[in-house]
């Protein structure tokens, strides 16, 4: 659980750091600055850390994937008889 609360909370960071990049994108018009690519920088920094935390989830199994179309060997229904 703790795992799916950091991803939940890396996520939300990525998406603040993006929209600050947009309000010093939009502010800074008249005077160029670097608070654009500071922001950015940090928000590629956090994607990357979720990404690795992604996996390290998906490596461990505390992440998994319930979907229909996933249906593995350990989740598939009977299977028929073969002659």
Not at 24 to 42: F, H, M, N, S, T
Not at 51 to 56: E, T
Request: proline residues 6%; contains cysteine; charged residues 15%.
């Amino acid at each position: 659980m703790l795992l799916k609360t950091i991803i939940v909370v890396l996520f939300l960071l990525v998406v603040f750091s993006l929209s600050r990049a947009l309000v010093y994108l939009l502010k800074d018009q008249q005077e160029p600055r670097k608070r654009v690519l500071y922001a950015l920088g940090i928000r590629i920094s956090l994607a990357g850390l979720l990404l690795l935390c992604i996996f390290y989830g998906l490596a461990t199994g505390q992440l998994g994937s319930k979907a229909p179309w996933d249906k593995g060997p350990a989740n598939a229904g009977p299977q028929p008889e073969a002659d």
